[in-house]
């Protein structure tokens, strides 16, 4: 079964700071990965998403991860946090099969920006 | 394209009455995905469509729930009797077939069961 776990239930960044939001993957075939945003009161608005093309992804508002299958990673990344981005995250993962699209959803990392 | 379009937004509801969720996909997508969220359980996948006929209803947590998709169309998510514990945003989410190709999610239901 495909899994994912996000380290780290809450992180604070200030304003402007590096944002790194960490995701491991578990999967007995090769996946297909995703980050998604939920803002308050809202659904899930997809990020990125890596389908096996270039390993580093870039997605809206600056985002971008890095897909590392030694390390069975998908960390998301932003060089400058803004105040926009607080919302919460999620990693998901599918398998790379034809006609599989079912995700599975890790746990949800809430991202606090400090002013 | 209005994207995934859910209703109500918002439902109260007493204990042991019946609730029915709404859901019209974007138009041309063949998957139709039921999520329920809460804060000890997160996003749980309670059921899911491809061209109208269920998949995988697997995680729909007991009898009281039933999911329809009549058409490709629109989609309902229904709970009876209701119970406290069935408070959660429910999210409708649907996607075109191709691998790896992500899902576009509605705003949610948020049920609350009194």
């Known amino acids: 079964a495909q899994s994912v776990t996000q380290l780290g239930s809450h992180v604070s960044v200030s304003e402007g700071a590096l944002v790194l939001l960490r995701c491991n993957y578990s999967?007995?075939?090769?996946?297909?990965l995703f980050w998604y945003v939920q803002y308050p009161n809202q659904g899930l608005q997809l990020l990125l998403k890596?389908?096996?093309?270039?390993?580093l992804v870039k997605g809206i508002n600056g985002f971008e991860a890095e897909f590392k299958k030694s390390e069975t990673s998908f960390h998301l990344t932003k060089p400058s946090a803004h105040m926009s981005d607080a919302a919460e995250y999620f990693c998901?993962?599918?398998?790379?099969?034809?006609?599989?699209?079912?995700?599975?959803f890790g746990t949800g990392t809430r991202l606090t920006i400090i002013p | 394209d209005a994207g995934v379009i859910q209703s109500p937004r918002h439902e109260v509801t007493e204990m042991g009455q019946e609730v029915t969720l709404r859901c019209k996909p974007i138009?041309?997508?063949?998957?139709l995905f039921w999520y329920r969220q809460t804060m000890m359980r997160g996003l749980e996948l309670l059921i899911y469509?491809?061209?109208?006929?269920?998949?995988?209803d697997s995680g729909m947590p007991e009898d009281r729930f039933s999911a329809k998709m009549p058409n490709a169309s629109f989609s309902t998510l229904k709970i009876q009797p209701s119970e406290p514990r069935d408070s959660a945003v429910y999210f409708c989410?649907?996607?075109?077939?191709?691998?790896?190709?992500?899902?576009?999610f509605g705003s949610g239901t948020r049920l609350t069961v009194v």
């Open positions: 989410a649907s996607s075109l077939y191709r691998v790896g190709g992500g899902y576009t």
């Open positions: 999967s007995s075939v090769p996946p297909y």
């Open positions: 890596y389908t096996s093309a270039a390993t």
């Open positions: 998901a993962v599918s398998d790379a099969q034809v006609g599989n699209e079912k995700l599975t």
């Open positions: 138009s041309g997508h063949d998957y």
């Open positions: 469509f491809n061209n109208n006929v269920p998949i995988d």
